[in-house]
């Protein structure tokens, strides 16, 4: 089982750019596809983006494209969201989350199984 230590949430203007870095251990990070959800007040949680196990691959949520980057380094065990242009409604609590699948399946947007504890990011002016 992956432990994920999620960090570099806070309070930023709209228009402004936050990094998250999400920490794994526990496990063989290079064989788990990672990905970032959020969760508003009040909503269901969301899909943000997800990367494959070797980076080549990368899927982001509609809500995110051209604004969010995922990226990863198996050497030093971590993913990383890249949030720029940042707007109201990405205001949410962020989580890492971690899947094993096949090297040859598509990369999914669901079923992940280890969780982070979650970063708050507030978009505010």
């Known amino acids: 089982q992956l432990q994920l230590v999620e960090s570099g949430g806070g309070l930023v203007r709209p228009g402004g750019s936050l990094r998250l870095s999400c920490a794994a251990s526990?496990?063989?990070?290079?064989?788990?596809?990672m990905a970032w959800f959020r969760q508003a007040p009040g909503k269901e949680r969301e899909f943000v983006a997800a990367?494959?196990?070797?980076?080549?691959?990368?899927d982001n949520g509609d809500s995110v494209k051209g604004r969010f980057t995922i990226s990863r380094d198996n050497a030093m065990n971590s993913v990383y969201l890249q949030m720029n242009s940042l707007e109201t409604e990405d205001t949410a609590v962020y989580y890492c989350?971690?899947?094993?699948?096949?090297?040859?399946?598509?990369?999914?947007?669901?079923?992940?199984?280890?969780w982070g504890q979650g970063t708050q990011v507030t978009v505010s002016s």
């Open positions: 989350a971690a899947r094993v699948i096949s090297r040859w399946s598509p990369l999914p947007r669901s079923g992940y199984d280890n």
């Open positions: 526990g496990g063989t990070f290079s064989n788990y596809a």
């Open positions: 990367i494959s196990q070797s980076g080549r691959t990368i």
